[in-house]
């Protein structure tokens, strides 16, 4: 919501590695314009097949720091999309028709949500609400059968039949981020905001109020054809370590092998309008933070993708270009800006035995791409069950492995503070990511 920072101070630092270290991919990005996809960020996706659909998020780029013209309602995506990234096809279908309440949410931007089996569960999200007249974090928990809307939408069907929703004020969530742990979803993280976003704070001109969940909020849901209701709830609160919002969110393997979750970065510090740097780690009902180790890249939420070695037992998180207070220039110099710009570079953080580092690829971007943006995987086997692009089966060939759709296409580093009109916008962009063993 908040991109409030104090003025710039650019602080030259050691030179940055930039050779492959230990990650064992040269990645190729190929960018695709698709006829009928405008641009999209900050938006919730599912897949079915080959078919992905994207809903929520915005239209616009980064927002602006007025008011009045920040989320603007006219900007929100209003629209059910499917699309088909090898074919290069588009399928829309309009929220009108939908419940109202159901209507509102699916438009707003920065939802938590999670994709198991067949379905698409979204909590929260934030945007313009005509039934609450003002801009809201929605108190709301929605569920989606995604093959069936899929086709729905496709063939110009009613997709109400694959929509339920429910009310509760603890779904009342957004910028935080949502994963699943055995049969238990985790939502991690986030705030609720309420009324118009300004950067001069709360007690200014309409006003809002905001709240940090400071929490990981665990539960469990219904079973698939019965009413949509939460069967389970418990929290667990730390005032420090999940006080954070727009960050990312990867599952991760501990040193015995077991899945875990990660919460990498994010906003913003209690003492200063800058990112955290620590990670903390989640395993169940019990968190740890990641002693040793500060991130210096891909401080805000941005395209990412988790790898694993089982052979090697080693991971890799690559983050996708994004917002970070340091970045490299041209001659290979870390670059430190407190303005938090945008960035071009691709990061990894490397995890074997405990023992993490951070390091940049080669490979970047050709402009200020994969904030808000979602790396989507390839359809096939490069991935295991738990989300991770696997090391060993990939081969030595030029594997697909996946999609970066959309995200905010900045013109600069900085832009927030500037006036210009066109400062930012949603990217029309679908990236295609190759990666080639090394």
């Known amino acids: 919501m908040r991109l409030l920072f104090s003025l710039l101070f650019i602080i030259s630092m050691q030179p940055v590695t930039r050779a492959q270290e230990g990650f064992p991919f040269q990645i190729q990005l190929d960018p695709v314009i698709i006829p009928s996809f405008a641009g999209l960020q900050s938006y919730a996706w599912a897949k079915s097949g080959e078919l992905i659909l994207l809903i929520g998020g915005r239209t616009d780029g980064l927002h602006k720091k007025q008011p009045f013209a920040a989320f603007n309602k006219n900007d929100n995506n209003k629209w059910l999309i499917v ?5 290069e096809k588009v399928w829309k279908r309009s929220l009108d028709g939908l419940p109202p309440g159901i209507t509102q949410q699916l438009q707003s931007t920065n939802m938590e949500y999670y994709q198991d089996g067949n379905e698409l569960i979204l909590a929260g999200g934030y945007g313009y609400s005509e039934l609450a007249k003002d801009h809201i974090t929605h108190p709301y928990l929605i569920r989606i059968q995604v093959k069936e809307l899929i086709r729905a939408i496709i063939d110009e069907k009613d997709p109400a039949a694959f929509v339920s929703q429910i009310k509760d004020e603890r779904m009342a969530v957004t910028g935080g981020r949502m994963q699943k742990l055995g049969d238990a979803y985790y939502l991690a993280g986030g705030h609720r905001f309420d009324g118009r976003y300004n950067p001069d704070g709360p007690d200014h001109g309409p006003g809002f109020s905001q709240q940090y969940t400071n929490q990981v909020r665990k539960f469990r849901l219904s ?4 009413p949509l209701s939460i069967t389970s709830y418990s ?5 420090t370590l999940f006080h954070r919002r ?18 990498f970065s994010g906003v913003f510090r209690p003492d200063k309008d800058l990112p955290f740097t620590n990670l903390t780690d989640i395993k169940g009902s019990s968190y740890q933070e990641v002693k040793g180790f500060n991130q210096q890249f891909s401080h805000y939420h941005a395209a990412c993708v988790p790898v694993y070695d089982a052979k090697n037992k080693t ?8 917002i970070a207070v340091q970045y490299a220039d041209s001659t290979g110099n870390i670059q430190s800006d407190q303005n938090v710009p945008f960035a071009k570079h691709i990061s990894v953080i490397e995890r074997k035995e405990g023992r993490l580092k951070e390091y940049l690829l ?17 359809t096939g086997n490069l991935y295991n069950e738990d989300g991770f692009f696997l090391a060993n089966v990939s081969g030595r060939n030029k594997k697909l492995a996946g999609y970066i759709i959309g995200g905010i296409d900045s ?13 930012s916008r949603a990217s029309p962009v679908v990236w295609k990511v190759y990666f080639s063993k090394t």
């Open 83 to 87: 699309l088909d990234p090898e074919k």
């Open 223 to 226: 079973a698939t054809g019965f």
């Open 235 to 239: 929290a667990i609160t730390d005032t």
């Open 246 to 263: 727009d960050y990312n969110l990867l599952p991760q393997y501990d040193e015995a092998g077991k899945k875990m979750l990660t919460i």
């Open 315 to 322: 991971g890799w998180s690559v983050f996708f270009g994004g």
């Open 362 to 378: 080669p490979e970047k971007f050709s402009g200020y791409f994969g904030a808000a943006a979602e790396f989507i995987p390839a």
């Open 411 to 423: 013109r600069a580093p900085n832009v927030f503070w500037g006036n210009a009109p066109d400062g």
